[in-house]
């Protein structure tokens, strides 16, 4: 049994799936993504808990709190992605390993959203999966903490 625990972090907006542009984030609203993040961290044996801001400075509190508490982070920085270097910077001088994940895929959208100022302070990002991005970022965190047991 690993015991690593996660902390998710949806960042503006999303509280707003399944209504907001629906032809680019679907029809599923964030209650049924986080209970497909919660269904697939038990499946990994992982420790879940998921917060969602609209505002940045919530955003890098909740980021400064999971110091010494969290092994990983998986983070949607919603529009904050393109140019929060305030939420960088908390990533940056917390050390825990974060995986920057979005529904869509940014790089194939508007040229403003192709720019991540998140990523280069991330191991990595996951881009274009919807819900699914998620339960992949959940896997590559596992995987690369080496508490795998496969
Ligand atoms: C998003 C992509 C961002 O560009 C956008 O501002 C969002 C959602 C995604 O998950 O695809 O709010 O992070």
Not at 61 to 71: I, P, S
Not at 85 to 109: K, M
Not at 111 to 122: D, G, H, L, M, N
């Amino acid at each position: 049994m690993n015991e690593m625990k996660v902390l998710v972090i949806h960042g503006p907006n999303l509280n707003l799936l399944g209504i907001r542009e629906k032809d680019i984030y679907g029809n599923h609203d964030l209650s049924f993504v986080n209970e497909y993040i919660r269904q697939e961290a038990e499946t990994l044996g992982l420790e879940v808990e998921i917060f969602q801001s609209n505002h940045e400075g919530e955003i890098i509190d909740r980021l400064q709190h999971a110091m010494g508490k969290v092994d990983g982070i998986i983070m949607n920085p919603g529009a904050f992605t393109h140019y929060s270097y305030a939420i960088a910077d908390a990533i940056a001088g917390i050390s825990i390993p974060t995986v920057e994940v979005h529904l869509s895929n940014i790089h194939g959208r508007e040229e403003f959203r192709r720019k991540s100022v998140i990523a280069p302070v991330c191991i990595g990002q996951i881009s274009g999966f919807a819900h699914v991005s998620y339960a992949l970022a959940l896997r590559a965190l596992l995987e690369v903490s080496g508490k795998s047991e496969r």
